[in-house]
């Protein structure tokens, strides 16, 4: 019997894939899986449809809501903004316009009591030991207002003279105190907060010539 050409060519074949080890075996499978699944992968973006009409207008509908309400939410930022602003302004002008009226208010007793002394004083018959007594109260209380605002006095008698907080008005030789020694007080000085105001007006001593 003649045997058929294919089954010859065939055979071989058959021999040497059944002489192949068994990890070339599934090394051959694995490769032959593969193939496929790549093919799958690369068709996969075709898959994917492109979004419709509808949905786009849907889109472009909330991204135009998300636009109006971030706009409305910095006008409203705005507003308030602008009426801190004004209220600040406010304040602040009221505080300049009314900064000294607490000051006001408490030299207005002074103010009572120096009109009633003037008045005792007009009449005839007034006790000048009483109005001297009432014009040291009306002083008195004059000192507690300014205390009271960190007013504080400056008189340097007998201090040596500081050109930053006294201001000369003459020089006296004097031999019996140090040179530029304040010998009188002609005004007192004030300062307010530590801050000077009005220096005081003072006479200082110098050494006398020939001494």
Known sequence: MEKDPQQETEAPEIE????????????????????????SVEAAPEADAEPSRE???????EARSQAEENRSQVMRARADLENLRRRQQKELENAHK????????????????????????????ADVPKL???????????????????VVEVN?????????????????????????????VVQKGYTLNGRLVRPAMVMVSQQPEGS
């Open 55 to 61: 949905e786009l207008a849907a889109m472009l509908e």
């Open 16 to 39: 040497a894939l059944e002489k192949q080890t068994p990890q070339a075996q599934t090394s051959r499978a694995a490769e032959a899986d593969v193939q496929p699944a790549e093919e």
């Open 156 to 184: 340097p008698e007998g201090a040596r003279f500081n050109p930053e907080w006294h201001q000369a008005m003459s020089m006296q030789p004097r031999d019996d105190v140090p040179p530029n020694t304040v010998v009188t």
């Open 98 to 125: 009314f900064a000294l009226e607490r000051f006001v208010e408490a030299l207005l007793p002074v103010k009572d009591s120096m009109e009633l002394g003037l008045s005792a004083a007009a009449d005839e018959s």
């Open 132 to 150: 001297r007594e009432g014009t040291e109260l009306t002083l008195k209380l004059l000192g507690d207002v300014m205390e009271k605002f960190n």
